[in-house]
């Protein structure tokens, strides 16, 4: 079977993440806690667990005074997702009498 | 795990919603193309009553002061429709209960004013030069080349009426004495018609 179930993804806060990192060049840190209505340990540890895969990087800045950080898919990352969309892809393929 | 088809959707959704402002109101529309037509009835009665607001009259436009009224007008119709729209984006975003300034929203407003400045200042010029048979088609062209950007980052419903606006802008050009009137098809008709759209299909 083509593509990859990804263990990286099966959380849905990970999957959420990486979706909106396909699309954004970079998103920081509050911006996907306010999208995705999740606490700041929670978000911060899912990012840490894809950071740790080498699926996305971390650029860290400051806004004025305010620390920001700023975060983006690198291109293992977006390789592995598109196998994990693939392999999603094939298994409604496969289970369409 | 989920069903594939749950999670292709859920993929979908976040990439939309990370990418596109959604909660632009349609009721806004409505409002902004009204305060157009009746900013055109204003501008009407200055520049052709009694005749109708067609033909050769472009000539008494640059009688007494009456360039300077019309400018002060489409200022403020823009500085009401701008108001207008932010003000019941921002209670749309609150009924969706999703935020209003987001990177999306500001990628929308960056994508769709950046062309309407500089159009703007381009109308200034052009007024100031004396070319005033062609600031209503620049209007109207600036806008709908800004739409067309900004449809990337909303609704892709926008692009239709940034096609119409290109359309009646290129039309307006070569048709001088039309100017008024292909003006308010563009802002007002089409913004109420869109607005209208826009309403029943994502607000209600």
Redesign the interface.
Same mark, same amino acid.
């Given at each position: 079977m083509k593509g990859n179930y990804d263990k990286a993804f099966e959380n849905v806060v990970r999957l959420r993440v990486m979706s909106i990192l396909m699309v954004n060049d970079e998103f920081d840190f509050n911006s996907f806690k306010e999208l995705l209505d999740v606490t700041d340990g929670n978000l911060a540890s899912h990012l840490k667990n894809l950071e740790k895969q080498e699926y996305i990087s971390v650029a860290k800045s400051f806004l004025g005074r305010k620390p920001l950080t700023n975060y983006s898919a690198t291109a293992q990352g977006k390789a592995a997702f598109q196998d994990h969309l693939e392999f999603l892809e094939n298994l409604i393929k496969e289970n369409k009498p | =795990?989920?069903k @594939? !088809?749950q !999670?292709?959707a !859920?993929?979908?959704s =976040? =990439?939309e919603?990370? +990418?596109r402002f959604l909660t632009l109101s349609g009721l806004s529309g409505i409002l902004a193309g009204t305060y157009a037509l009746i900013a055109a009835g204003i501008a009407y009665t200055w520049i052709y009553y009694p005749e109708l607001p067609y033909g050769s009259n472009i000539d008494k436009i640059s009688e007494d002061g009456i360039v300077g009224k019309l400018m002060i007008t489409a200022l403020i119709v823009l500085l009401l429709s701008i108001g207008t729209a932010w003000v019941m984006s921002q209670n749309n975003s609150k009924k969706k209960a999703t935020?209003f300034w +987001? @990177?999306a929203s500001k990628r929308f407003i960056q994508a769709l004013f950046i062309p309407v400045a500089i159009g703007g200042i381009f109308c200034l010029a052009l007024v100031s030069r004396g070319h005033l048979a062609v600031v209503a088609p620049a209007t109207l062209i600036f806008y709908g080349l800004g739409l067309l950007n900004a449809s990337h980052f909303t609704h892709n419903d926008i692009k239709y009426l940034g096609y119409c606006q290109l359309a009646l802008g290129v039309i307006s050009a070569f048709l001088p004495g039309f100017g008024l009137l292909l003006w308010s098809l563009g802002f007002g008709v089409m913004h109420v018609i869109y607005g209208a759209m826009m309403y029943y299909k994502y607000d209600r």
């Open positions: - | =795990m989920r @594939p !088809e !999670e292709l !859920e993929i979908k =976040m =990439m919603r990370s +990418t935020k +987001t @990177p």
